[in-house]
């Protein structure tokens, strides 16, 4: 167990729905990336908060949104979604904004668009 | 765009040492180079970051070239549990990690 909590775990849903995914961060980290990983592109940054605040954006699509809340807990919204989306999510926290510590994964939640 | 480049895989004996290697050319002066490592099914773990001289930690070894331009993880006994894909990384421009497709080791009993 990493420390980082994704739920849920599997995720199986019909085109043009919306989900959300959820991630609790390790406990004294605020800060909180969000990763897709398919087949074919591989581990993509989309998102990343810190104490609440957006910090940096990667290739998020405009369909998929994010927040952080006042007890750090982070969600990531997809909507209309597509087969394409079918990926693992990861999330993924550390102490400090910048890359200068190391970055702890959750588990992903794999989400699967039929 | 941070790029790294990385072989496709590698094979090692088990409680052989693994070199690694990671060439990131691009690399600023001030970026730290991450290692990562990815089981199947299993989210990326953490193996080892450092930014100029050589790194020591319970997992791994991590040498950084003089010139910064390439780095090699050191796991100094494989095991079959070392058997995983394996990043690395450095923020770059976007101040974001992000990664490659990795080296997929394979370990052999």
């Known amino acids: 167990d990493s420390g980082v909590t994704q739920t849920p775990k599997h995720l199986i849903t019909a085109t043009g729905q919306r989900v959300t995914l959820r991630c609790s961060p390790r406990?004294?980290?605020?800060?909180v990336y969000w990763y897709q990983q398919s087949l074919d592109q591989g581990l993509q940054f989309l998102i990343q908060?810190?104490?609440?605040?957006?910090?940096a954006k990667g290739n998020i699509l405009e369909r998929f949104s994010a927040q952080q809340f006042p007890d750090l807990h982070s969600e990531l919204n997809l909507s209309s979604l597509e087969l394409g989306d079918s990926a693992l999510y990861f999330c993924?926290?550390?102490?400090?904004?910048?890359?200068?510590?190391?970055?702890?994964f959750g588990s992903g939640t794999r989400l699967t668009v039929v | 765009d941070a790029k790294t480049t990385q072989p496709n895989s590698m094979e090692s004996n088990e409680e052989e040492p693994v070199h690694l290697p990671c060439n990131h050319s691009t690399i600023s002066g001030t970026d730290y180079i991450h290692w990562y490592r990815q089981l199947p099914s299993q989210g990326p773990e953490y193996v080892i970051h450092?930014?100029?001289s050589n790194v020591n930690n319970r997992m791994a070894s991590l040498a950084i070239a003089e010139d910064r331009k390439s780095s090699t993880l050191i796991l100094h006994r494989a095991t079959l549990r070392d058997a995983a894909v394996y990043y690395c990384?450095?923020?770059?421009?976007?101040?974001?990690?992000?990664f490659g497709s990795g080296t997929q080791l394979t370990v052999l009993p």
């Open positions: 406990s004294g980290d605020l800060s």
């Open positions: 993924a926290s550390s102490s400090l904004p910048g890359v200068r510590y190391g970055y702890t």
């Open positions: 450092g930014l100029t």
């Open positions: 908060y810190y104490n609440g605040e957006e910090r």
């Open positions: 990384s450095y923020p770059g421009s976007a101040r974001q990690l992000t």
